[in-house]
């Protein structure tokens, strides 16, 4: 049999650069520039001093320029490029009779993407086109990978944000944000030292958790045999430096938070905190107008901003209002400290919102500040007087010591700044971290540690101060009208890449005689056979220790897009399954839950198997009650259904919800097979959080309440974070994105009169 004869290297982008990198180094000619060349003027530069150079005229102004060629055009001996740098687009207007031959004819050779350095002549052709009548250059750095296809650019934000250097070349506003996001930082330190602030670095790996009540990310030191944290704030590294003295101190910095993803959080992210002695809540806030100025001003001409479609006013003077006065103003009455709690209690309850018995009124009137008043605030605003229960660092206020003196910035629904009259007693802070010690017992991982050297530190004496920290992250999508956080990192947290590849490589698989392949690599390279045999090996645990049906099962292909599926066995057989194997009402329940959210996502993505993924859903557990085990769950229910004559391929579904606590199960591939996965532990946690609100409803349940839960750890504590976790990256969601995909399906659900959500 004759082998298939190879490529052509015409069909391969790549390898026809590559080819032309060799020929150049086979020439003597380096691809990769050097030594270094002269850069006289920028594109920005050229733009504005040539304004008013009229159509056809040549000057005599020699310019030297470097920048990545972003077009070409060639017209016989004439080649017209389009040379980028940082400021922007020039055209190059380049001849064969300037170059001579063997110059324009390497030249023509140019990839879009080369980075070349050119001079000549400013000109402006008869169009009307500022060009530069090139004479000479010379290649800088050879490109071996397209660009994208011009017209359509880089628009999908999963790769834009993985691959940040194609997005700037390719979409310059995106460049943009961070060439603003730069002057915004530079604007912030100028100001900070204008008013007599100094820069400071504290560390970032920690033996003490504290400043914030957040999850940190935990390592291991070596050398000292030590756990440590990454930092979750640097509030009292820089108040230690009050007590030595550093009377203005500020820091930027990276925070790190083992806590989701959404719009507005990342792991890793920019704050800056500031403290100031001798000053109090008011002197922050008089901070944080000036610098919220200062930083605008460096990348708007307006102090009226717009924001996602709002106008927001920096101007003037900023609201500051008590807490209590933006609910009694949302409730219609008066609410302080001294309302009494049953009638507190009574308010969240009209408005469906959950309580505890052990919450005093400042916790019960942060919730209804929280969930109903905070997202009303447009322009900026400082939300004062916060309860003590919430405020653990914060100084009493002396005219009601239930309050502190702290403000939170609001703008636009969001907070921007967290500031207090800091809590220079430690005699109450020691107090203070007690409490949150019991607490972290009790079950808050996010609460504080106890830091003894800390108290230590305040007992010899810290001056009284205020405080402030502002998300710089956030900031800049403010000033920047970016919607994401995302959009302001330049490398945002991403699921890992190899992930993503292993997994679209299990989706290509092929089963046959109960064996698995993986495709064959593009290349013989030797990655490329690594990454194909570890997928073997993967593929090879599949089935392990299994028999009978659930071999059969395990072995069956995923269910393949558009094709038609039969279950094998009707809904109403189902349901007498069901309840035949569980006597349990909440495990009933539950699976009719799972078949009526499965049927609602299989009207969005396989309509016409709605009645196969309703049924895979309401089965998904039918083995629970009886066979609560990892070794056996979901390998009794494809027994079941095998003895019911029901396809493998339900089973198949079934068994992939489980595969993370079981080798031998399939891992879902299938768009049904991760919708069942991240719809079943969401919607448990789900549950647990409905039998908490006075509504007993899913109906005005909010993601940030669920969110709130989530985070939680001691709530629900059967219910997998990871696991829910690993459900939003199936989905290719965000944790927010996913929690707000699934109560809104629930509340549909509950819409169209579905029992299982009543």
Same mark, same amino acid.
């Given at each position: 049999m004759a082998e298939e004869s190879a490529p052509l290297a015409e069909d391969d982008p790549r390898q026809v650069r590559l080819n032309k990198r060799e020929a150049l180094l086979a020439a003597g000619e380096g691809p990769y520039g050097g030594p270094a060349v002269e850069i006289t003027h920028r594109t920005g530069e050229l733009s504005k001093a040539y304004a008013a150079l009229e159509n056809g005229v040549t000057t005599e102004d020699r310019v030297k320029l470097a920048g990545r060629v972003m077009a070409k055009r060639l017209q016989g001996k004439i080649a017209f490029l389009v040379l980028r740098d940082r400021e922007g687009d020039i055209q190059l207007f380049c001849r064969v009779n300037e170059l001579g031959k063997d110059s324009f004819s390497a030249l023509k050779d140019l990839d879009v993407g080369d980075w070349i350095w050119v001079e000549g002549l400013i000109m402006r052709t008869m169009r009307g086109e500022l060009s530069v009548a090139v004479d000479g250059w010379k290649l800088q750095s050879k490109s071996l990978r397209p660009l994208p296809e011009k017209f359509h650019g880089l628009t999908d934000k999963e790769t834009r944000y993985r691959q940040r250097y194609v997005d700037m070349v390719m979409n310059p506003e995106s460049? *943009? !944000?961070? !060439?603003?996001?730069?002057? %915004? %930082? $530079?604007a912030i330190r100028r100001y900070m030292e204008e008013q007599g602030y100094l820069e400071v670095e504290t560390p970032i790996l920690q033996e003490t958790l504290g400043? *914030?009540?957040?999850?940190?990310? +935990? +390592?291991?030191f070596n050398a000292l045999d030590q756990e440590c944290y990454l930092r979750i704030a640097t509030e009292l590294h820089l108040k230690r430096l009050l007590v @030595? @003295?550093?009377?203005r101190v500020f820091e930027i910095g990276r925070q790190f938070r083992n806590e989701g993803m959404d719009l507005t959080h990342n792991p890793e992210f920019t704050s800056m905190e500031a403290y100031c002695a001798f000053s109090d809540v008011e002197g922050m806030k008089r901070l944080t107008e000036g610098m919220f100025r200062a930083a605008n001003a460096e990348v708007n001409d307006s102090g009226t901003i717009s924001y996602q479609g709002q106008d927001i006013?920096? @101007? @003037?003077?900023?609201?500051s209002v008590a807490m209590s006065d933006l609910v009694s103003e949302h409730v219609g009455e008066t609410v302080t400290l001294d309302t009494p709690v049953g009638r507190l209690r009574e308010l969240l309850d009209a408005e469906h919102l959950e309580w505890q018995e052990d919450w005093g009124a400042g916790k019960l009137i942060f919730t209804l500040y929280d969930e109903l008043c905070e997202s009303e605030i447009v322009n900026p605003t400082f939300v004062c007087d916060y309860p003590v229960e919430v405020s653990p660092l914060a100084k009493r206020k002396q005219d009601d010591p239930r309050l502190t003196d702290r403000f939170e910035l609001v703008i636009a629904g969001h907070e921007y700044a967290n500031a207090f009259s800091e809590l220079n007693d430690p005699v109450d802070q020691e107090g203070r971290f007690v409490s949150q010690v019991e *607490?972290?017992?009790?079950? =808050? =991982?996010?609460?504080? #540690?106890? #830091? *003894?050297?800390? %108290?230590?530190a305040l007992e010899y004496g810290m001056p009284p101060a205020g405080g402030v920290g502002y998300g710089i992250d956030r900031m800049v999508m403010l000033l920047?009208?970016? $919607? $994401?956080i995302r959009d302001v990192l330049l490398f945002p947290h991403m699921r890992p890449e190899a992930a993503l590849q292993k997994d679209a490589l299990q989706e290509g698989a092929l089963q046959e005689g109960g064996q698995m392949f993986a495709p064959a690599p593009a290349s013989t390279s030797a990655p490329a056979e690594r990454d194909a045999g570890a997928l073997e090996g993967a593929w090879a645990k599949v089935g392990e220790g299994l028999e009978g049906a659930a071999l059969e099962a395990a072995r069956t292909p995923a269910p393949q897009e558009g094709a038609k599926l039969d279950a094998g066995i009707s809904r109403e057989r189902a349901v007498e399954l069901l309840r035949e194997h569980n006597e349990d009402d909440y495990h009933i329940l539950h699976g009719l839950q799972l078949e009526g959210l499965m049927r609602y996502y299989a009207r969005t993505y396989d309509l016409a198997n709605e009645e196969f993924w309703g049924i895979a859903g309401m089965m998904h557990d039918l083995d629970w009650e009886e066979f609560p085990t990892e070794e056996?769950? +979901? %390998?009794r229910t494809a027994e079941m259904l095998a003895a019911e004559g029901a396809a493998p391929v339900l089973a198949r579904v079934v068994m992939t919800h489980n595969y993370d606590v079981n080798p031998a199960l399939p891992k879902p591939e299938a768009q049904m097979e991760k919708v069942l996965y991240a719809c079943d532990e969401l919607s448990g946690l789900i549950n647990a959080c409905i039998r908490l609100r006075p509504s007993h409803s899913v109906t005005d349940m909010s993601v940030k309440s669920l969110k709130k839960k989530y985070k939680t750890a001691s709530f629900a504590a059967g219910c997998n974070r990871e696991v829910i976790a690993q459900g939003a990256a199936f989905m290719e969601m965000e944790l927010a994105e996913l929690f707000g995909s699934i109560l809104e399906a629930e509340k549909a659900l509950v819409e169209e009169g579905n029992p299982a959500f009543a």
């Open positions: 460049k *943009a !944000v961070f !060439v603003k996001r730069s002057r %915004i %930082i $530079s400043g *914030a009540n957040a999850k940190p990310f +935990t +390592t291991h @030595g @003295g550093m009377e006013e920096l @101007g @003037g003077t900023w609201r *607490a972290k017992k009790a079950g =808050d =991982d996010e609460a504080m #540690d106890y #830091d *003894a050297d800390y %108290i230590r920047c009208d970016q $919607s $994401s056996e769950h +979901t %390998i």
